[in-house]
């Protein structure tokens, strides 16, 4: 591919080791990695121009579900905490089929694209009438953007004590086997790939301690890594406690589920033990502050969290609980909520960039993403900050405070996936209409 030259950029927020800012500076797009970044650079390939732009690494979504987005802001579901907002959406999700997941697919990661995602995780956990993890990444194929789905899954249902319903659970040992089975056919391990695959039970209260403990057994022989949800509100805890008699910390722990292959989403009732625990394991945390906010779970002790050392990444987490997936928004939520609890210095808005950047891609183990140095991955937004969103900012660079929301310009692996704050590898009005009529069709 040729060259890519993005020049004159206002800022470039390179997020590298000595995290360096660049005023009036350019950064050279070469075979997929940072050839460059310093003043005056030259080429022959294509120029972009970037005067009244802020330059940042590709956003990294360490959590979602984007098979809902075709069920945002269901009305059973508006007003309700996690189990009962489940438990309201389970009957709608079991009539999915391979069309629904591939189409809210494209959705949410045109969706996160726009918002300057770059590299997204998702965790797939329910396969009705022939849903196959491929159907998502196909979609992120087709999109262009750089994916790290996992094998999610539900084993315990209704008739065993857990929450899902019978029909959406599968037995225990067709899971694995196709947890192999996916690794085996996209798992790409090589620095620079598209496609890393992990395995992910679902949560405490819908798999068995024997699967947790099989499935990390699994992923570490197969190298890869392992992703599930953890301490994410009260009832969470009270399920741990009266079913394992111990707190989600320790039952992670005795499960084989820390590590530095190992992240957990939400985590917002940790303790101080358990931040402990994590941040001695190097175990990653996906820290979804607007599912938080709309579900009523409570705010995360991220403060707590990054001064302890534990690896703190981003996620818009599904569109069913946030309603939307927009990651630099997210980006913003958490800055906020940490100042709220712990005061307006608890997290600068260039602290919440990186926690959306660099932080994000050292959870998902991407030390190739989240920064612009050289031989890193060229997955880079370009960002306007002449418009009316930072118009009478002193502090261009303080995208969080006074920026936009929307990407002007988005590369991943070199390739341009934005352009002009359209995406260019969709035609995205027809994928929207698709997914209208489908959710119709849902809602009866």
């Given at each position: 591919m040729p060259d890519i030259l993005i020049r004159n950029a206002e800022s470039i927020l390179t997020m590298d080791d000595e995290r360096r800012e660049l005023a009036?500076?350019?950064?050279?797009?070469?075979?997929?990695?940072?050839?460059?970044?310093?003043?005056?650079?030259?080429?022959?390939?294509?120029?972009?121009?970037?005067?009244?732009?802020?330059?940042?690494?590709g956003l990294v979504n360490t959590h979602h579900h984007l098979y809902q987005s075709m069920t945002r802001a269901v009305p059973a579901g508006q007003d309700a905490l996690l189990f009962n907002w489940l438990q309201a959406l389970y009957p709608v999700w079991a009539r999915f089929g391979p069309e629904e997941m591939h189409v809210s697919a494209l959705t949410g990661l045109a969706e996160l694209a726009l918002s300057g995602c770059t590299l997204t995780s998702d965790h797939l956990y329910l396969y009705p009438n022939g849903a196959r993890l491929e159907d998502t990444i196909a979609a992120a194929q087709e999109i262009g953007m750089r994916f790290h789905p996992t094998r999610g899954a539900m084993s315990i249902g209704e008739s065993k004590g857990g929450l899902p319903p019978d029909a959406l659970v599968e037995e225990e040992a067709a899971i694995l086997e196709d947890c192999i089975r996916v690794v085996d056919a996209f798992h790409d391990a090589s620095e620079g790939?598209?496609?890393?695959?992990?395995?992910?039970?679902?949560?405490?209260?819908?798999?068995?301690?024997?699967?947790?403990?099989?499935?990390?057994?699994?992923?570490?022989?197969?190298?890869?890594?392992?992703?599930?949800?953890?301490?994410?509100?009260?009832?969470?805890?009270?399920?741990?406690?009266q079913m394992f008699g111990c707190r989600p910390g320790?039952?992670?722990?005795?499960?084989?589920?820390?590590?530095?292959?190992?992240?957990?989403?939400?985590?917002?009732?940790?303790?101080?033990?358990?931040?402990?625990?994590?941040?001695?394991?190097?175990?990653?945390?996906?820290?979804?502050?607007?599912?938080?906010?709309?579900?009523?779970?409570?705010?995360?002790p991220v403060r707590a969290m990054l001064d302890a050392g534990v690896p703190v990444g981003l996620g818009v987490d599904g569109s069913a609980s946030n309603d939307a997936g927009n990651l630099v928004a997210e980006a913003r939520q958490a800055m906020l909520l940490q100042r709220v609890?712990?005061?307006?210095?608890?997290?600068?808005?260039?602290?919440?960039?990186?926690?959306?950047?660099?932080?994000?891609?050292?959870?998902?183990?991407?030390?190739?993403?989240?920064?612009?140095?050289?031989?890193?991955r060229a997955d880079v937004a370009v960002w306007d900050v002449s418009g009316i969103d930072s118009a009478g900012s002193w502090d261009k660079a303080a995208l969080l405070l006074a920026g936009p929301m929307k990407v002007r310009h988005l590369f991943v692996e070199g390739r341009q996936v934005v352009r002009d704050g359209h995406v260019t590898t969709l035609d995205l009005p027809r994928v929207i209409e698709r997914q209208d009529r489908l959710a119709r069709a849902l809602a009866g």
């Open positions: 009036g500076a350019d950064i050279l797009l070469r075979d997929g990695t940072v050839a460059a970044i310093g003043q005056g650079l030259e080429t022959t390939g294509e120029i972009v121009e970037a005067r009244g732009c802020v330059v940042t690494p790939s598209m496609c890393r695959v992990g395995i992910a039970p679902c949560s405490p209260f819908s798999v068995s301690r024997e699967l947790m403990r099989d499935a990390a057994l699994l992923a570490r022989d197969k190298g890869v890594m392992l992703h599930t949800h953890l301490a994410e509100n009260d009832q969470d805890i009270a399920y741990s406690e320790q039952y992670a722990e005795d499960l084989g589920w820390t590590g530095p292959d190992v992240w957990h989403a939400h985590c917002v009732k940790l303790d101080g033990a358990e931040i402990d625990l994590f941040a001695r394991s190097r175990t990653g945390v996906a820290h979804c502050p607007c599912s938080n906010c709309r579900l009523g779970s409570g705010i995360a609890t712990r005061g307006a210095d608890a997290m600068s808005a260039r602290r919440a960039l990186e926690l959306a950047t660099r932080g994000g891609a050292d959870v998902l183990g991407r030390p190739d993403c989240g920064r612009l140095a050289l031989g890193k």
